[in-house]
């Protein structure tokens, strides 16, 4: 931990080395109406309000440019309307927050290093116009805390919602977000656009600020409760959620069940059929100081399993993804790239990357699939 220690007080430093300006946040909450936390628990994380820039004028590059990125980095991806994103971790792990537009949809793309959350939003419309997110400098259950311009109300990233200021109670609406290997990305969208390092700060992007952090036996940093115990702290998980179900799917159980690198878990949570569908080949971006150098610890992603009024019923052959009902194949990102239903989308479903502690504090009743 002594390292991720080190890493925060770096952080620190980098932060009193840029603009000085220290936005306004409001952890008042208007008459009448009561803050969703207490005050108290949201705990500072070293750096002080945006000391860890978000990016709000991000830039692009087309895939088939991008010389910098190894094939395994794991890049989050968004798309919409067409518009195919992917935001590199190495660059989220120094900014966490990209106000963005993607498909005409103003957003917010995030990443909690702490927790390995990468959730995206729509920014909300607030006095006629789109707010953006900036980071707080506090923490809640580890997790980041956004606070939106317009008001200064404070949003915990693994909930979405504001829990103190003026927009108390608001919820965001989630943009389905995935995290992959940046080959993936790149094989399945050759037009897409990757955020470019041409960020105007100055950051050694490509190298990790949290060496060792998600190593076996790790504790979370900036964690007040007590992890829950049923799996070690630090273990990855697909966190699924369907109304106020939970479900959490354990990477290390997905990998045993792969088949030619690749695993398809057949699931129904509160009655919906869902497919969950874990590759190798993604690094972590917690692990060693180089990400490119950076263990295996693979991708996961789920899909609806529900196409044209009937579900499928997924497998494994060979590393490939397929139906037993069509003998369709299906990539990453749940499309149908041979077969009949070539061309056929599986929609997402709530999910949420997630270190198991986090997931466990915001979700305590969550279950566990079992393998």
């Known amino acids: 931990m002594t390292a991720v220690l080190a890493a925060v007080a770096v952080l620190a430093g980098i932060a009193l080395l840029g603009d000085q300006r220290r936005p306004s946040l409001a952890t008042a909450t208007p008459p009448g109406r009561a803050p969703l936390v207490d005050p108290q628990e ?9 000391g860890i820039p978000p990016l709000d004028r991000p830039r692009f590059q087309a895939a088939g440019t991008v010389d910098w990125l190894a094939a395994a980095e794991p890049v989050a991806v968004v798309e919409l309307a067409g518009d195919a994103r992917a935001y590199p971790l190495q660059i989220l792990v120094w900014h966490e927050i990209v106000n963005d537009t993607v498909g005409g949809v103003p957003v917010a793309v995030t990443w909690c290093p702490l927790c390995n959350t990468a959730v995206s939003f729509q920014r909300p419309v607030v006095d006629g116009a789109a707010t953006s997110f900036g980071t707080s400098g506090k923490l809640y259950h580890s997790n980041l805390v956004m606070y939106d311009r317009a008001t200064g109300s ?6 979405g919602q504001a ?7 608001r919820r965001l609406a989630r943009v389905a977000t995935q995290l992959v290997a940046w080959a993936d990305f790149r094989a399945a969208f050759p037009g897409g656009r990757v955020l470019s390092r041409a960020t105007g700060f100055q950051r050694p992007y490509g190298q990790n600020p949290y060496p060792l952090y998600d190593r076996d036996g790790g504790q979370p940093l900036l964690f007040d409760g007590k992890p829950d115990g049923r799996l070690p702290a630090v273990a990855r998980v697909l ?4 109304g106020d179900q939970h479900l959490a799917v354990p990477y290390a159980r997905l990998a045993a069940r792969a088949n030619g690198g690749v695993a398809a878990v057949n699931l129904k949570l509160a009655a919906v059929p869902v497919l969950v569908v874990w590759r190798s080949g993604a690094t972590s971006a917690l692990d060693r100081r180089w990400i490119a150098a ?3 610890v693979g991708a996961a992603a789920a899909f609806s399993r529900r196409v044209g009024g009937s579900s499928l019923t997924f497998r494994t052959v060979d590393g490939k993804v397929t139906d037993q009902q069509t003998d369709s194949s299906w990539d990453p990102f749940g499309r149908a790239v041979a077969g009949r239903l070539a061309g056929t989308g599986l929609a997402s479903v709530t999910a949420m990357d997630s270190f198991w502690f986090d997931w466990a ?9 079992g393998g």
């Open 42 to 50: 949201l705990v500072s994380g070293g750096p002080p309000p945006d």
């Open 154 to 159: 404070l949003w915990p990233q693994a909930l």
């Open 163 to 169: 829990v103190t200021g003026e927009l108390v109670g």
């Open 239 to 242: 966190g699924l959620s369907q």
């Open 294 to 296: 950076s263990r295996d």
């Open 361 to 369: 504090a915001f979700h305590p009743d969550t279950g566990i699939w």
